[in-house]
């Protein structure tokens, strides 16, 4: 997903949610708040959680960098607290960023941003909601509890 937002709407964004982002023509640096992170579902759970996200009136602060892949990294907040959370997200193959993260970025041809930052202007989800997300999305698979850890059964 490549933007044509300007850096200082990310930057607003980041500001307000504690979390500061700076990036060159390559990479994008990502510093998260005290107890801040980001959180990056693989591809076959995003979506999902996504649309759970929305269903339920839980969005905010996105960071979405482009290329072939595509990335999508999740603020979220009470991490000290989310220990089993974390736990269950990285079984699912989820990447916890914490302190602070550096991404390279896809080259990009034109104007514009090869990443964006935004999302929910109103809070960040902790990431106990999250992991419920990701839950509620592997039991809707069709294989249902077939594909859940025997420790969440």
Not at 21 to 28: A, Q, Y
Not at 79 to 104: F, M, N, T
Not at 128 to 135: F, G
Request: with cysteine; aromatic share 6%.
């Amino acid at each position: 997903m490549i933007s044509t937002a300007s850096a200082a709407e990310p930057a607003t964004t980041a500001d307000r949610f504690d979390w500061s982002i700076s990036h060159t023509d390559d990479t994008i640096v990502v510093t998260f708040g005290q107890e801040r992170a980001g959180i990056e579902l693989p591809a076959s759970l995003r979506i999902g959680v996504e649309l759970f996200f929305q269903d339920n009136g839980l969005s905010g602060p996105t960071i979405a960098i482009g290329g072939p892949v595509g990335r999508h990294i999740r603020l979220v907040t009470g991490i000290s607290k989310a220990d089993r959370a974390i736990e269950y997200l990285q079984h699912c193959g989820a990447l916890l960023h914490v302190g602070r993260a550096v991404w390279h970025l896809p080259p990009v041809s034109g104007p514009g941003l090869a990443w964006s930052a935004g999302g929910g202007h109103h809070r960040i989800p902790p990431l106990v909601a999250v992991a419920a997300a990701v839950r509620a999305v592997r039991l809707c698979t069709p294989d249902g509890l077939e594909q859940l850890p025997l420790a969440a059964r």
